[in-house]
């Protein structure tokens, strides 16, 4: 399982990341300025940023619980990023509604939008944080054979 520092590394350079893409694709996909939608942006991966830490904190302990290990398979990523997205989306709904002033509905479409992009680029994060520091124990077995 990954230690606090790793999990810490993760969830701060996935929003990073992620806000520095988001920023300026948000401000012209929905024509708003780049500095409103820069501050829900900021509001957003902070709370993302707890939420990444604790929903991969359970999820990982759900997979070690159940599988014996935390190594995930294309399926359980689709899972993975399905399911943390489907929770953000319920907690930052009413924070797009409040700072930008627009309807619950306009603010779902924008949330849903964002989500959508957050879900790919979370499958294309996580796989890349996997290779770039993969776990000791996802290391293949070596073949007693070859020995």
């Known amino acids: 399982m990954r230690s606090t ?4 590394r993760h969830a701060v350079s996935f929003e990073i990341i992620g806000l520095a893409l988001i920023t300026p694709l948000g401000a012209f996909a929905f024509g708003m300025p780049v500095a409103d939608i820069g501050v829900v942006g900021v509001a957003s991966a902070t709370i993302a940023t ?5 929903y991969n904190l359970g999820f990982d302990h759900v997979m070690q619980r159940l599988t014996g290990s935390t190594q995930k398979s294309l399926a359980v990523r689709v899972l993975h990023s399905v399911l943390f997205e489907g929770g953000l989306l319920l907690a930052l709904l009413p924070l797009i509604a409040w700072y930008l002033g627009v309807s619950m509905l306009q603010a779902f479409m924008m949330d849903v939008s964002f989500a959508l992009f957050y879900l790919v680029y979370a499958f294309v994060f996580n796989l890349a944080y996997d290779k770039i520091f993969p776990l000791p124990d996802w290391q293949p077995e070596p073949d007693a054979a070859r020995s």
């Open 5 to 8: 520092s790793d999990r810490i």
């Open 50 to 54: 707890g939420w990444n830490y604790l």
